[in-house]
């Protein structure tokens, strides 16, 4: 897993805190350490705060996560569906 203490400069996806969480766990699974912007107000209250522009979050990581996150995340984007 790559240190917690890289600069979170790259961002993999943009979307509600539901998404990015689950997008979360996918980075989680493959060892890339993940933020979530916005996380704690977004999970305060999701029927207030979904109609304010904090329901939309941004998940980062490291340079170095970069290129293989945003792969992750387009492999799961174009699965397709359990039946």
Same mark, same amino acid.
Do not use: C
């Given at each position: 897993?790559?240190?917690?203490? !890289?600069?979170?400069?790259?961002?993999?996806?943009?979307?509600?805190?539901?998404?990015?969480? #689950?997008?979360?766990?996918?980075?989680?699974?493959?060892? @890339?350490?993940?933020? /979530?912007?916005?996380?704690?107000?977004?999970?305060?209250?999701?029927?207030? @705060?979904? !109609? !304010?522009?904090?329901?939309?979050? !941004?998940?980062? /990581?490291?340079?170095?996560?970069?290129?293989?996150? *945003?792969? *992750?995340?387009?492999?799961?984007?174009?699965?397709?569906? #359990?039946?």
């Amino acid at each position: 897993m790559t240190n917690q203490n !890289t600069s979170f400069q790259v961002e993999v996806f943009s979307g509600e805190f539901w998404q990015a969480s #689950l997008m979360r766990q996918l980075l989680s699974e493959h060892d @890339i350490y993940s933020f /979530v912007s916005n996380e704690l107000l977004s999970s305060i209250d999701p029927v207030i @705060i979904s !109609t !304010t522009v904090v329901s939309h979050v !941004t998940l980062k /990581v490291s340079q170095a996560d970069g290129e293989r996150a *945003l792969e *992750l995340i387009e492999e799961y984007n174009n699965s397709a569906p #359990l039946e």
